[in-house]
Every structure is written in C-alpha cells, then in structure tokens.
T-cell receptor, first 111, second 116 residues
Framework: RKEVEQDPGPFNVPEGATVAFNCTYS??????FFWYRQDCRKEPKLLMS???SGNEDGRFTAQLNRASQYISLLIRDSKLSDSATYLC????????????FGRGTQLTVWP | EPEVTQTPSHQVTQMGQEVILRCVPI?????FYWYRQILGQKVEFLVS????????KSEIFDDQFSVERPDGSNFTLKIRSTKLEDSAMYFC??????????????FGPGTRLTVL
C-alpha cells in the first residue's frame, strides 16, 4: 500500500463551486498532516496543517479521520486563483522526519 | 519574509558529468532536506541533514549523491555522475526545531536539472 494516496482528479469546477479532495495514508502513527499547494513548475507551499480532527481557514477546511486514516480538503466559493495542484502530505513518524507526498489532485476553476 | 533560495534555477548537463545544486536555507533553521520531482510525478524525499550529518536518506540517495554544508549558510547536493533519469526538479527545504509539534518544511523554488 502506498504511503499516501489521493484522488487523481482532475477537477474542473466553475467559480463559486465547492470542491472536496480526499486522501488516505498508511502510517497509523502519523500525528500531523498537511495540505500543500503546488502551482505549475513551482515549489510546494503549505496551505493547511491538521493535527486534531480538523482545521478551518477562511474558505478552506481540512478534516481528519484517524480511525479511517483519511484526510479531506474542502474548498468553498472557489476562485480562479485556486487553480493549482493540491498535495496531501504526511510526515513519517517524528515531526522532523521525511514528508511523504501524494501525487496531487489538479484543480481548474473556470470563470 | 525569509525564504529558502536555490541556485541555479536551471542546470543543463551532459550524462556522466558532476553537478552541484546549491541552497541557502532560512537563517535560523536547523534541519535541511532535499526532495526531487520528476516531471509529472510526485515529490520524493532524498535526504535530511541536521547537525552536520545525514539524519535520514531514501533508497534514491545512492552513492552518486552527497550533501554538504560547506559554510554557515549554504547546503549543497552533489550528483557525481549524472544519468538521464536524474532529470528532475530538485527542491531544498528547511525547518526550525519544532516548538509546537509542527514541522512545516519551507521549500525553495527548485532547480530544474536536465541531463542530456
């Protein structure tokens, strides 16, 4: 089983839509989780961290289900600028360990 | 806002040549990492570095790879004899010692390595 698996996408949604991405992870010992955003040919940038059951930041909500080893990211009221690839990221073990990246889910928001 | 910087932004080399990719981590960070991303694929961990030694390395990081912190600011990745399959975007990342359980890793803009 892969360390991190994500919806492959792509997702193509109109402005204003709500879209949700899913991710599963295999290491039950992981304590923290991240969603990174990556624009084409650019570096990953942290979007949200998730430590407990969930986290909300404006239009973005991340939820964690430890029993199912499942993480989700919900984007409400999509903007054109949300178009990017969203990466589910899980550290291995310690907080300073390597990060395992999912393959990413591509989102395109159209006007 | 402090950021990780990397040079060069694009490196083209012939197969079999040595390349050195350079990174300047954020100044008060203590843990450093190299990742790579082959075009169209996921980001993959190569190596982590702390206190002037390798903390962890992946199966990708074989004897052709080495890392060094030659001075107080630079962190380098050397590929001794490049192969075609080394063509990828190489990202450097850094993180401070965690104070609250977070290990957000801050990524540099990457060096695109093309091996011909």
């Amino acid at each position: 089983r892969k360390e991190v698996e994500q919806d492959p996408g792509p997702f193509n949604v109109p402005e204003g839509a709500t879209v949700a991405f899913n991710c599963t992870y295999s290491n039950s010992a992981s304590q923290s989780f991240f969603w990174y955003r990556q624009d084409c040919r650019k570096e990953p940038k942290l979007l949200m961290s998730v430590y407990s059951s969930g986290n909300e930041d404006g239009r973005f909500t991340a939820q964690l289900n430890r029993a199912s080893q499942y993480i989700s990211l919900l984007i409400r009221d999509s903007k054109l600028s949300d178009s990017a690839t969203y990466l589910c990221v899980v550290p291995r073990g310690s907080t300073l360990g390597r990060l395992y990246f999912g393959r990413g889910t591509q989102l395109t928001v159209w006007p | 806002e402090p950021e990780v910087t990397q040079t060069p932004s694009h490196q083209v080399t012939q197969m079999g040549q040595e390349v050195i990719l350079r990174c300047v981590p954020i100044s008060n960070h203590l843990y450093f990492y190299w990742y790579r991303q082959i075009l169209g694929q996921k980001v993959e961990f190569l190596v982590s570095f702390y206190n002037n030694e390798i903390s962890e390395k992946s199966e990708i990081f074989d004897d052709q790879f080495s890392v060094e912190r030659p001075d107080g600011s630079n962190f380098t990745l050397k590929i001794r004899s490049t192969k075609l399959e080394d063509s990828a975007m190489y990202f450097c990342a850094s993180t401070p010692l965690p104070t609250s359980g977070s290990n957000e890793q801050f990524f540099g803009p990457g060096t695109r390595l093309t091996v011909l």
